[in-house]
């Protein structure tokens, strides 16, 4: 499985981005999607979760700002980001778990995309 983000920029702090994420290769594997991020000095930490069923998952500090979506048709996850802060920028990374159920919902992702960074300014 192959992803390639795209999407991230500079924006200035209540702006908007949308980040995609592109699937290729052994994608009929693929269970959950998600979105994580990580600042420099901090710990990579997930964004945003959506299951093969439709199921979301957001971090505390994105509820309500941000919107995770995929379309299996064409093999893509999106990461609508609303109202955005300086303490959004990092690089964001897509990932996607082909485990079981049980596996992705313990978030253990198996393929990494190279990450998108977005920078907010204040």
């Known amino acids: 499985v192959q992803l390639v983000e795209s999407g991230g920029g500079l924006v200035q702090a209540g702006g908007s981005l949308r980040l995609s994420c592109a699937a290729s290769?052994?994608?009929?594997?693929?269970?959950?999607m998600g979105w994580y991020r990580q600042a420099p000095g901090n710990e990579r930490e997930l964004v945003a979760s959506?299951?093969?069923?439709?199921?979301?998952y957001y971090a505390d500090s994105v509820k309500g700002r941000f919107t995770i979506s995929r379309d299996n048709a064409k093999n893509t996850l999106s990461l609508q980001m609303s109202s955005l802060k300086p303490e959004d920028t990092a690089m964001y990374y897509c990932?996607?778990?082909?485990?079981?159920?049980?596996?992705?919902?313990?978030?253990?992702?198996?393929?990494w995309g190279q990450g998108t960074q977005v920078s907010v300014s204040s």
């Open positions: 990932a996607a778990c082909i485990g079981s159920d049980y596996e992705c919902d313990l978030f253990e992702y198996d393929y």
């Open positions: 290769g052994s994608i009929f594997s693929i269970n959950a």
């Open positions: 959506i299951s093969s069923g439709g199921s979301t």
